[in-house]
């Protein structure tokens, strides 16, 4: 891989976009944090990060404008990449506090898991056939830190994990075109995570 | 399968890493960043940074801009001064995963911010507990040294929901080998039903098995014992490994 790539991180406000650039910095890609539209033009890639409540980050994208831009930015087949709860935000809804619209750029929601439960730690990644993407990332563990869980059309799912003695399925990964989130923190999966996102950051502009 | 976890955590007083002994005596080790650049070299599935002297000064951001710099690949949580959303806020931002709530506690109001703001994913509920003499959980304030029996504090956690996990401190045993007493999970089960991460006086890979077998313990907190050498975290896996853990990782970038 020859090209060097431009991540911009997109800055609404809350998340961990520090953790983030420091992970790409050691994986030797570059990236800025901004939240003007103009710098986040000219990124090669969005990354959408996120760490909180998903009506305070809707709120605050949909408050600064960038809500419309990435939407926007999907539209014209731009990469877009969500993590945890920046995946989340790219659905079209979220049931989390309450009923809360979201960017609506990958059909689906998120719902509670089962019991009010929350899915922390590490757990091993199923990559499925339409996650060509991350195949090499097949039975990896990464570490997961959430409570609610994608639920949407099959099609749009890359990668499941499982949880509980039931064998729960709680999607992983989903995608949609260029649009990709990953439901765990690759950038606090140690080598596991960074090379997840290495691969998947070189070859989602392909 | 949702692996359990070995977390490596420092203690931290007037900016040094210390070695706790039952929370009244305390060693120094040295430079905390050393320490967490250790931990994660080394392939723990978490750090945890306990800053013990904080009270109600608020967290201590420039100790956590400093790990933030460092670019930890490590899910790392923080306690310590933590007192409203504003603080928690600022914790998230600077890249720690989960923040570990103590004297706000009790603050329905507060804890209630907290969770709109940084999610319930990221909150976890610190209780140092000890056995009285009749074998009764009790939750101690580590400040007032005043005891309440855990039933009580359970209820009057009224905003229990939005805590992810609770971390059971054993007051007593913190600081002394095998000094984690198990009965305080198996007498608390009947009041506090979410998931436990277990602190104090942990540092044999019997004593970890032992905990973490139990189906409520999702992961035990070890301070001082880790420190001794570079490949404790290998041999402790090596010795569990039919426990459900991530196998071992050392991290070397």
Not at chain 2, 242 to 251: A, E, I, M, V
């Given at each position: 891989m020859n090209k060097k790539i431009s991540i911009g991180i997109v800055d609404y406000g809350i998340g961990n976009h520090l953790s983030v650039s420091t992970a790409l910095k050691r994986v030797?890609?570059?990236?800025?944090?901004?939240?003007s539209i103009p710098e986040l033009q000219s990124a090669d890639i969005l990354l959408l990060p996120g760490v909180g409540s998903f009506p305070i980050a809707m709120h605050n994208l949909n408050s600064s404008g960038l809500s419309s831009f990435l939407q926007d930015q999907a539209s014209k087949d731009r990469s877009i990449i969500g993590i945890c709860?920046?995946?989340?935000?790219?659905?079209?809804?979220?049931?989390?506090v309450d009923h809360t619209n979201g960017l609506g750029i990958i059909p689906g929601t998120f719902i509670s898991l089962p019991d009010n439960r929350w899915h922390i730690g590490w757990n091993s990644l199923d990559v499925l056939q339409q996650g060509n993407l991350l195949l090499d990332s097949d039975k990896q563990v990464v570490y997961f830190n959430h409570s609610f869980a994608y639920s949407g059309p099959e099609k749009y799912i890359l990668i499941n994990s499982y949880i509980g003695e039931s064998n729960f399925r709680i999607p992983a990964a989903i995608g949609k075109g260029k649009v990709i989130g990953l439901q765990f923190h690759p950038e606090k999966s140690q080598a596991a995570g960074l090379n997840l996102l290495s691969n998947l950051l070189h070859h989602i502009t392909l | 399968m949702l692996k359990k976890r070995?977390?490596?955590?420092?203690?931290?007083?007037?900016?040094?890493?210390?070695?706790?002994?039952?929370?009244?005596?305390?060693?120094?080790?040295g430079d905390p960043l050393v320490l967490i650049q250790n931990l994660e070299r080394w392939g723990v599935d978490g750090i945890t940074l306990l800053c013990i002297d904080r009270g109600n000064s608020g967290p201590d951001i420039a100790l956590i801009k400093s790990i933030a710099q460092m670019g930890l690949s490590t899910p790392f949580s923080y306690g310590g001064g933590i007192c409203d959303h504003e603080h928690a806020r600022l914790c998230v931002n600077l890249g720690v995963e989960r923040i570990i709530?103590?004297?706000v506690l009790m603050n329905s109001y507060s804890v209630c911010k907290i969770a709109d703001t940084v999610g319930t994913q990221a909150m976890i509920a610190s209780l140092p507990l000890l056995l009285d003499s009749g074998n009764n959980v009790n939750h101690i304030n580590y400040v007032t040294r005043k005891k309440t029996p855990i039933a009580e504090i359970m209820q009057r956690l009224s905003n229990f929901r939005f805590f992810s996990e609770l971390l059971f401190i054993d007051y007593i045993g913190e600081g002394f080998s095998n000094g984690f007493d198990s009965r305080l999970i198996s007498l608390s089960k009947s009041f506090a039903d979410s998931p436990i991460l277990c602190f104090g006086g942990i540092s044999t890979a019997q004593h970890i098995k032992q905990l973490l077998e139990l189906p409520q313990v999702k992961a035990i907190l070890i301070g001082n014992s880790l420190n001794y050498r570079e490949s404790s975290i290998y041999h402790l896996k090596a010795s569990l490994a039919?426990?459900?853990?991530?196998?071992?990782?050392?991290?070397y970038l």
């Open positions: 030797g890609i570059k990236s800025f944090i901004s939240s709860l920046g995946m989340q935000l790219l659905a079209e809804s979220s049931w989390e | 070995i977390i490596g955590t420092v203690l931290v007083k007037n900016g040094i890493a210390v070695q706790s002994l039952g929370y009244s005596r305390w060693l120094p080790l709530l103590d004297r039919d426990l459900p853990l991530r196998p071992h990782s050392p991290f």
